[in-house]
């Protein structure tokens, strides 16, 4: 005969008890009830506790290089405030993890374009502390600054970044979000503060979540996957965050000299791939904290793509702009498996995954696409839109990169994105 008191439900205090408790759960009796007389109350065992990983992000303004030759925009472009080797105003994320408060402090007027790329695993317990430096240009403006997780689907209003519902990070304070992530793909980060501006200004990036399948299952070995598929379907070899984003120098230009933007006058100059426009794109990665690394020392990652013939390649693809771009690679076939940090699966788990050369994509989206390295050789992954393709509106640039496929065994195994 079953025993009523295992079959009652657990009541609102029993659940409380087990929310608030320290380091155990205890499933408590209702009150009165026999299963009080039969004693104490059973005590589970302490969960295995999560990962943790730590972060500490620093806001502030600074200045950067589009692509040289470019046709002038007058008097926009370039700027004649800028500091040698730039001509861009912007707004950004700096990570400054490790660094000694005064070392934090010197970072005032040094952001970068786009924000650092994070990536973690999930279930992991992050914390990132974000310190608000303010403006070195502009001292005037008093603005806040958040970070939001942008498609996060278990952000609570506290740590969301939407200054509205939650907290803004004003000038010389500092606060530290958490966030749990229990969906693997690819999402977006942004400030959230008067996010028409901030956006266009350039504080956005790439924030990727690694899944608990990497680790291996009773049906899948261990390895590199997009998604916790169940059957390996999502297994790549190296991986390359590429996050979409159009530069209107007027608005920069304004921000920079005390003056007002009108929105709805929006006209991009530079269509931009981790904030570099082609042909910077190609350049490799650089280090914000290195005086060496030139004139793209606030735009340090790569839009690069490389890979050996034969091994599979995830692109994970991102739009913070404010326009729909269309990317095509000629002569290679894209298999998207994701969008939007959803595996494309049917409600019966079948697959429904896409073969195309063409990826579309929204403001605020993101695609996981995964491709085979064709041949050795070059390949060109382009917006197909024209005016993406120039920059200032002449020449060949914009949202454009390459694939380099070198022969098979030639390239070492990849450590990290866009390495």
């Known amino acids: 005969m079953t025993d009523p008191v295992r079959q009652r439900s657990i009541s609102r205090r029993a659940l409380l008890a087990g929310v608030t408790g320290l380091g155990t759960w205890a499933v408590l009796p209702e009150s009165g009830s026999d299963a009080q007389l039969r004693g104490p109350a059973a005590v589970l065992p302490r969960a295995v506790p999560n990962p943790t990983a730590t972060l500490h992000l620093a806001a502030t303004d600074g200045w950067v290089s589009m692509p040289q030759g470019s046709p002038p925009i007058s008097p926009f472009w370039p700027d004649p405030l800028a500091p040698p080797n730039t001509d861009l105003y912007v707004f950004g994320f700096r990570d400054v993890t490790g660094l000694s408060a005064t070392e934090v402090t010197a970072q005032r007027g040094k952001a970068q374009i786009t924000a650092p790329l994070l990536g973690f695993d999930q279930e992991t317990d992050i914390k990132i502390k974000l310190t608000n430096l303010g403006l070195a240009q502009r001292p005037d403006l008093v603005d806040g600054h958040t970070v939001h997780w942008h498609g996060f689907r278990n952000a609570i209003p506290l740590f969301d970044g939407v200054p509205e519902l939650s ?149 994970r693809l991102a739009n913070l702009g404010y326009w729909n771009h269309t990317l095509t ?91």
């Open 167 to 315: 907290i803004s990070v004003p000038i010389g304070r500092e606060f530290t979000y958490f966030f749990r992530p229990h969906d693997a793909g690819t999402y977006m980060y942004h400030c959230h503060f008067e996010d028409v501006e901030h956006v266009q200004m350039g504080m956005t990036g790439i924030v990727y979540v690694r899944p608990t399948q990497n680790a291996g299952t009773a049906d899948v070995p261990p390895g590199k996957y997009v998604y916790n598929d169940g059957d390996g379907t999502t297994r790549y070899d190296r991986e390359f965050a590429l996050m979409l984003t159009e530069v209107w120098a007027e608005a920069h230009y304004r921000d920079a000299h005390i003056q007002t933007t009108d929105w709805t006058d929006y006209k991009p100059s530079f269509f931009a791939f981790n904030g570099r426009c082609y042909p910077d794109t190609l350049a490799p990665n650089g280090d914000p904290l290195s005086p060496a690394a030139g004139r793209l020392r606030y735009q340090p990652i790569s839009a690069l793509v490389t890979a050996n013939a034969g091994e599979r390649v995830l692109l």
């Open 329 to 419: 690679a000629d002569g290679i076939d894209l298999l998207v498996v994701g969008k939007d940090a959803a595996l494309l699966r049917g409600r019966d788990g079948s697959a429904e995954y896409q073969v195309t050369n063409t990826i579309e994509i929204g403001p605020g989206e993101s695609r996981d696409v995964i491709f085979t390295a064709p041949d050795a050789g070059t390949y060109l992954l382009y917006d197909r839109d024209l005016m993406s393709l120039a920059n200032a509106g002449g020449g060949r640039g914009g949202h454009l990169t390459e694939i380099r496929i070198s022969p098979p065994g030639t390239l070492a195994a990849q450590t990290r994105a866009n390495a």
